[in-house]
């Protein structure tokens, strides 16, 4: 049966960067209590969420050496799109000067995962190539006086180019699951900023982030000891941690950046995943378990055979 692989990738990241030091002087905060309790130590804030997409949609084509009119299909993952009409994807397709469709999709912090998941069926469905992108700018509804979420949020995006293959391509497994019931423990209200109970999203993301790493797992026909990196939705290293020890698999295997990104939702994965490729540390056909959660709440994983030598 047909299916993806990731021949691309790109990040935007804003240029302002904002320290735990310079939050200290706005909120009853400090850099060792914001470090301790989330692994944050900076983040970027600025720009506009179709800019940002476009930057790092611009880069995933460029690196896959694709030309924009090949590409058949645009899906930006956000929470934030620029206007609530129309949607950002549109914009962006303009920026690119694409010729497809290009639709908003929100899945809260597990976006990027929702995102490659609707792609792999979509080539399954013919398409033949796909940019997925995944930007935020968390920081325009994030209240910098609550020192609650303030410490957390920031912007940016990553970006993907996928290529239909005849096999079944990269993605091997996947898990996608949303609990409505939780939707008071995170939301944003239209006009308002983001509200969080820290204690009970973190308890309830610990959970989700093994179940939906283990399902996406099991329909691989894999087991936990069989993977070589997980990318995790960026949030906070003591989730990672936490997610990583009930999956059973060694912490120096994560993929993590967030010390300077901070939670940028649905870029937050694409993101920390081409901070692997940069570093090295992902190579042709290493076995990837890239697993988000986020408001909803959603989770969202796949095991990802990596095809191409990055
Ligand atoms: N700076 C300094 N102190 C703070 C603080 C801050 N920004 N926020 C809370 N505190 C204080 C509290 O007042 C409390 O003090 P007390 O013990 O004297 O009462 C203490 O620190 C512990 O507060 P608590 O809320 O229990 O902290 P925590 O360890 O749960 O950490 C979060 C708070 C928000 C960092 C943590 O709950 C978290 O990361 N949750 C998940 C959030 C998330 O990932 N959201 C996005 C999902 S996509």
Redesign the pocket.
Known sequence: MAGLKITGWGTALPERVVTNEELAKQV???DE??SD??GISERRIGGTTAGLGADAGRMAMERAGVDPSSIDLLILATTTPDRRVPATASTIQHQLGLDCGAFDLNA??SGFMYGLTAAHGFMRAGMERILIIGAETLSVITDWTD??TC??FADGAGAVVVDRTEDDGDVLGFSLSSDGSLEDV?YCDHGGFLE?N??E??RK?VLVMEKAGREALKQAGLEASDIDHVIP?Q??IR?IEASMKRLGIPMDKAIHNLHCTG?T?SASIPLAMVNGIDEGRIHERDLVLMVG???GMTSAAAVVRWSVEP
Do not use: E, P, Q
């Open positions: 009853d905060t400090n209590w914001i309790r989330t809260a912090c020192r609650n410490i957390l995170l969080m820290g204690r999203v973190f993301a939705h949030a906070n989730i939670n939702s959660f986020g408001a």
